[in-house]
């Protein structure tokens, strides 16, 4: 058969229901749940050898053949399924499954039912093939002499439905990244902050216009004994403790040797009782209101500074300094 008609619904019009499941079929393209909560398979209360499933929608399309279209069908309430005994030696799995039944095509029935199809025992049992004309809500693993089913014997299997209608926007779908839990394709959709995640601050930051209440920062510490030192770039907004009787030596490296960023920040405080001297390597200039300005001294034990790049080479030293 080429182009079926008549169309779904027309008003003087004869429809095999066939037809009108392909015109489903446009809306509903596969075998699905339709909402999320949709027949759920869950633990009895109080346990036993039963499950529950939930009421909601389905879309299964038929498979006993092709172009029969999309059964659509609801259960509207909870549903209680028996589970068979358990095998006194070996356990199996049991698939749960929601199921259309059409004489038109084959047996006798014309309904849907949900059902439990029992597995077969065996030492590694695998659960029963899908039945024509189902949907797959869950397996259900039933253990060597078990006389409960409880959640952890519960496999969901439910997928959501896709449909043929073009999305009107450009999103299908929102992914939490790094720090966000949540996200999701259907539905409302939540992003919610992970606090369990620490913030990578190792990269530049940019914050505009916003206000922090009462934000804690507090400093690194790079703990320096010797008599020089050449800052690195895990320094910038680190404060460096120099500790030594003698006098130090600490030098800020060439942009090309350690890529500080414009705005970077060294603190550096003098700990003992040897004088801090800071002097910039090769090709980088530093300015600041000591005595000698290219080379700044700290004034006395417990004095501090902080080195400023203000662009690339280019270093103002200020503080407590000599």
Known sequence: MAIRTPPSWLQNGSHPAENDRLGTQALWATTGIINSTSLAVTQNSPT???????????????????????????????????ITTANPTNPRIDLVCATVRDAYYTGAFNDVILQVVAGTPAGSPVAP???ANSISLATVAVGAGATAITTANITDTRVLVTTNIPESGDISSVTAGNGLSGGGSSGAVTLTIDTAITADLTTAQTFTN?????PLINLGINAQTGTTYTTVLADNGKLITQ????????????????????????????????QITVSGAGGVTVVSTGATAATPKTRAQYSSLTAIQTSTNNWLVAGDIA
Request: aromatic residues 6%; charged residues 5%.
């Open 129 to 131: 093939a899908l039945p």
């Open 243 to 274: 500790t030594n009787a003698s006098a130090i030596a600490t030098t800020i490296p060439l942009n090309s040797s350690v890529a500080y960023p414009v705005g970077a920040q060294l603190n550096i405080v003098q700990y003992g009782v040897g």
């Open 210 to 214: 916003k206000t922090l209440t009462s």
């Open 48 to 82: 036993g050898l039963s499950v529950l499933v939930a009421s909601g929608w389905a879309a299964i399309v038929g498979t006993t053949q092709s172009n029969m279209g999309t059964y659509t069908t609801y259960n509207d309430a909870t549903t209680v399924l028996s």
